[in-house]
């Protein structure tokens, strides 16, 4: 398998109100996607999109946008909060991010990430005659290791699990537990050639296997019976 990830250029600065999808199809034609890319885009884009986007003036207003988003709280350390959102994701400060807006204003998580991921699949598909998966993005850190990485957070046109229980390894001894996180792993893949300051927010990826289907981002949340970190 020959996996190839290319960068999603041209899209300049996105503003509340701006139609996304046609932004992507526009800068997507050079790349001529096919059946079966993966179009992966980082949250940013489409907070800023669906005008996602809260006033805070001060760090007291940020916590309290951070509070207001929140559906649990589960830590404080100092200025730092570990919540459930309202999606029910596990995340510093709600997902609620200053970077790359103006002074005075924050960007939230979208309403929906898997319905964003649905209206600009539909849009590639209508416009290309393709069957593609799309994936929403963001920066999360993770509970047994150092540093960020992006993870999915909205998907359509795949399923975001790849469940390899009951297939055999390469001794013929059938796996159990094996569930692996295609979604999240592409969504580190394409963050490879994205970033918050080269100002490219999207990617498409061809040549990768993954199972389609109607998933959910959500799907990848551990249930708190399983999750020892609760």
């Not at 999808?21 to 885009?41: K, N, Q, T, W």
Request: charged share 20%.
């Amino acid at each position: 398998m020959n996996v190839s990830i290319f960068p999603v250029t041209g899209i300049g600065e996105v503003q509340p109100g701006d139609d996304l999808p046609a932004l992507l199809v526009e800068a997507l034609r050079p790349l001529s996607p096919g059946d079966g890319d993966v179009l992966v885009v980082t949250q940013k884009v489409v907070s800023k999109a669906e005008g996602a986007i809260a006033t805070a003036a001060s760090e007291a207003d940020y916590r309290a946008v951070v509070e207001r988003e929140a559906a649990a709280v589960l830590r404080r350390r100092g200025p730092m909060v570990i919540t459930v959102t309202k999606h029910g994701f596990v995340c510093a400060n709600a997902g609620v991010d200053r970077s790359n807006v103006p002074q005075g204003q924050v960007v939230l998580l979208p309403t929906n990430p898997d319905r964003s991921a649905h209206s600009i699949r539909l849009r590639v598909e209508r416009e290309f005659g393709i069957a593609i998966a799309v994936i929403v993005t963001d920066t999360f850190g993770r509970a047994w290791r150092q540093g960020l990485v992006d993870v999915a957070i909205g998907v359509s046109g795949m399923l975001p699990i790849l469940d390899l229980r009951g297939t055999p390894d390469m001794n013929g001894r059938l796996l159990e537990v094996t569930e692996v996180a295609i979604a999240d792993e592409l969504a580190a893949a394409a963050e490879l050639v994205v970033g918050k300051a080269s100002g490219i927010p999207a990617a498409l990826i061809k040549g990768v296997n993954y199972p389609r289907g109607d998933g959910r981002a959500t799907d990848l949340i551990r249930p708190p019976a399983t999750d020892l970190f609760r």
